[in-house]
């Protein structure tokens, strides 16, 4: 059990958390061999880390442990039609949603692409005027600036009529998002996000920067070529989230 101290105005009662138990030897074992203090190691065993290697990994996360972004279908698809319209000098626009997930993932990619020499627009969404996502309307107006690809960032899983839109016009759109699909997906040159059905990458909980820093890395080998990527591209990966 782990005190808060905290009394109800007008009362006498602290509110306490109470932690489920656990089998008191294994804590004691991992809060040694892991050199952690005893709560640490009940909180890591409730979370279903009873396995030392795991529970370091949960610990001390090495870049060897990330999962491969091409595990994540569409990354490769859309990884490599980003680099084309590059290469072509296709005018590519990042559409972000106006919330700090949309907008991270936004000034992700873009500092990916402008460190591989890509240059690229992006679109914030007016939150009063135009609400949360893609909208037909700012479809138009990017095909009205020149666009030929649309990148979103934490939106367009839901877009069926915008995606419509786009492909009308002659863009193509890659979808990144992590919200919930629903029972159609939008008719789209590629869509990304680890909740579609039967999607096989093992962790379902990215963010929409999370899922925005798998296809920076994709788009970064398909650059290169080679599934490495340099050590400044390393290193901006590794920082940018």
């Not at 529970?55 to 680099?83: K, M, T, W, Y």
């Not at 970064?220 to 400044?232: D, N």
Request: hydrophobic letters at 45%; a negative charge.
């Amino acid at each position: 059990m782990l005190y808060w101290p905290r009394k109800h105005k007008g009362t006498t009662v602290d509110t306490r958390w109470i932690f489920s138990p656990v089998d008191k030897e294994l804590q004691a074992a991992l809060a040694d061999r892991l050199r952690v203090s005893p709560i640490l190691a009940h909180i890591l065993i409730n979370r279903g880390l009873t396995d030392l290697d795991a529970a370091r990994a949960f610990l001390r996360p090495e870049l060897s442990g990330l999962h491969d972004p091409a595990l994540l279908p569409g990354i490769e698809q859309a990884a490599n039609r980003v680099v084309e319209a590059a290469r072509n000098g296709q005018k590519i626009v990042v559409y972000g949603d106006y919330d700090v997930d949309g907008i991270s993932g936004t000034a992700l990619l873009l500092q990916c692409l402008r460190l591989l020499g890509i240059e690229a627009d992006y679109y914030i969404p007016e939150r009063l005027e135009e609400g949360y996502g893609l909208n037909v309307e700012a479809v138009g107006k990017l095909k009205a600036a020149g666009a030929n690809l649309i990148v979103t960032t934490d939106c367009g899983i839901s877009a069926l009529d915008e995606a419509k839109a786009a492909r009308n016009a002659g863009m193509d759109l890659i979808i990144s998002d992590h919200h919930e699909p629903g029972p159609e997906l939008p008719q789209a040159f590629a869509v990304i996000n680890p909740k579609t059905a039967g999607n096989p990458y093992p962790f379902k909980d990215l963010s929409g920067v999370g899922v925005a820093f798998k296809l920076a890395w994709g788009i970064a080998q398909s650059f290169s070529g080679a599934k490495k990527v340099s050590p400044e591209f390393r290193d901006f990966l590794v920082n940018a989230v």
